[in-house]
T-cell receptor, first 111, second 117 residues
Framework: AQSVTQLGSHVSVSEGALVLLRCNYS??????LFWYVQYPNQGLQLLLK??????LVKGINGFEAEFKKSETSFHLTKPSAHMSDAAEYFC?????????FGKGTRLHILP | EAGVTQSPTHLIKTRGQQATLRCSPI?????VYWYQQALGLGLQFLLW???????NRGNFPPRFSGRQFPNYSSELNVNALELEDSALYLC????????????????FGPGTRLTVL
């Protein structure tokens, strides 16, 4: 069965600092991996996705993630945090139909 | 192009009542998915409808049900409401699986917040 583990339910970084949100997954088949962002009182917005091909995936708003099969990880990074990045981030894995979400990491940006 | 829309935005019910939530997919999308986002439980898959049929169901009791209409919009019904049903219910839509490449990109609506008192 597929599962997703996000390390840290809350992460705080200073404005301008590196953002690193960790995600590990388990899947019996080659996974499709996603990062979604949810701003307060809004639905989910797709940040980036990995399906096949290049393991370093670039998304919107300067975010990127690297698929590391040997580590079963798909960590999300951004070189320099901005106040507008404050939101909840969900890592997810899909076997084409159902999407399994992690429990989410709330990112706090400190001025 | 309009995104996924959901109504109502907020819904307040009491225990034992029934709730009906509505979702309109993106034009051209035939698959609709429902998710529950309850406090402390994260996002959990509820139901998947495609071409008017229920295709898959998450680990939820039968009092959670729904349907998809010929225009591909969908309703989620929750009967005999319990306090723990209080959550944000998200709807997502996607193209029909057979017309997609190799993955299932879902586009999410803003959600309906259901509060059960």
């Amino acid at each position: 069965a597929q599962s997703v583990t996000q390390l840290g339910s809350h992460v705080s970084v200073s404005e301008g600092a590196l953002v690193l949100l960790r995600c590990n997954y388990s899947s019996s088949v080659p996974p499709y991996l996603f990062w979604y962002v949810q701003y307060p009182n809004q639905g989910l917005q797709l940040l980036l996705k990995y399906t096949t091909g290049a393991t370093l995936v670039k998304g919107i708003n300067g975010f990127e993630a690297e698929f590391k099969k040997s580590e079963t990880s798909f960590h999300l990074t951004k070189p320099s945090a901005h106040m507008s990045d404050a939101a909840e981030y969900f890592c997810a894995v899909s076997e084409r139909v159902k999407i399994i979400f992690g429990k989410g990491t709330r990112l706090h940006i400190l001025p | 192009e309009a995104g996924v829309t959901q109504s109502p935005t907020h819904l307040i019910k009491t225990r034992g009542q029934q709730a009906t939530l509505r979702c309109s997919p993106i034009s051209g999308h035939t698959s609709v998915y429902w998710y529950q986002q309850a406090l402390g439980l994260g996002l959990q898959f509820l139901l998947w409808y495609d071409e008017g049929e229920e295709r898959n169901r998450g680990n939820f009791p039968p009092r959670f049900s729904g349907r998809q209409f010929p225009n591909y919009s969908s309703e989620l019904n929750v009967n005999a409401l319990e306090l723990e049903d209080s959550a944000l219910y998200l709807c997502a839509s996607s193209l029909a699986e057979v017309r997609q490449t190799s993955y299932n990109e879902q586009f999410f609506g803003p959600g309906t917040r259901l509060t059960v008192l």
